[in-house]
Nanobody, 118 residues
Framework: QVQLVESGGGLVQSGGSLRLSCAASVRTFTAYVTAWFRQAPGKEREFVAHFWNDNNTGYADSVKGRFTISRDNTKNTVDLQMNSLKPEDTAVYYC????????????WGQGTQVTVSS
């Protein structure tokens, strides 16, 4: 069974930084697309960033230049470095995995709360 555990969330002042980490229990980590999503209260879940194949990454326009996704294949972890945080970044952040050949994300973590105060 695939299991994902997020950590690193918390409360930070506007302009500050946080680093989220997701530990994945999988056999072949590189066979998956790894991604971060977030959901603010009263809003739909939205894509933040993803990492696939060897070193392919992509970001939502709202976080480009501020967030960086990275992967450690020896530890089966994917991180999200968040800099220059804004109050609108406040949300529950979720780690997700899917096979490269599939269209949906079947594996999700429980989420970690990120709160940015102004």
């Amino acid at each position: 069974q695939v299991q994902l555990v997020e950590s690193g969330g918390g409360l930070v002042q506007s302009g500050g930084s946080l680093r989220l980490s997701c530990a994945a229990s999988v056999r072949t980590f590189t066979a998956y697309v790894t991604a971060w999503f977030r959901q603010a209260p009263g809003k739909e879940r939205e894509f933040v960033a993803h990492f696939w194949n060897d070193n392919n990454t992509g970001y939502a326009d709202s976080v480009k230049g501020r967030f960086t996704i990275s992967r450690d294949n020896t530890k089966n972890t994917v991180d999200l470095q968040m800099n220059s945080l804004k109050p609108e970044d406040t949300a529950v952040y979720y780690c997700a995995l899917k096979r490269i050949s599939t269209t949906r994300y079947p594996y999700w973590g429980q989420g970690t709360q990120v709160t940015v105060s102004s």
